[in-house]
Nanobody, 125 residues
């Protein structure tokens, strides 16, 4: 079991920045990578970004490329999402997920087995 806790969400004006954190605990040795997803009411979860835990390789959704940066601190078992130049359409609940090697390699857009409870990001126009 991997326990994930997101933090850092809030209300920001368009053009502003936020930094989300995802702290992992439990069986973190089984984690091959971690990712960020977001969801608005009435829609499914949308892939945002992911990062490989050992090599730090990253991948982003086209909608956030150039504005969002995912990073990790292996010693702290924490993943971050730096969000710059935020837009109203970035408004969503943001969730982190922990990937196994198989999920990270073959099913990254579906997320992993473990998920946090989410943190709300609201961008006003």
């Amino acid at each position: 079991q991997v326990h994930l806790v997101e933090s850092g969400g809030g209300l920001v004006q368009a053009g502003g920045s936020l930094r989300l954190s995802c702290a992992a605990s439990g069986r973190t040795l089984s984690t091959y990578g971690m990712g960020w997803f977001r969801q608005v009411p009435g829609k499914g979860r949308e892939f945002v970004a992911r990062i490989g835990w050992s090599r730090g390789d990253t991948d982003y959704a086209d909608s956030v490329k150039g504005r969002f940066t995912v990073s990790r601190d292996n010693a702290m078992n924490t993943m971050y999402l730096q969000m710059n130049n935020l837009k109203p359409e970035d408004t969503a609940a943001y969730y982190c997920t922990s990937y196994s090697r198989s999920d990270f390699t073959w099913h990254p857009l579906a997320g992993g087995e473990f998920w946090g409870l989410g943190t709300q990001v609201t961008v006003s126009s």
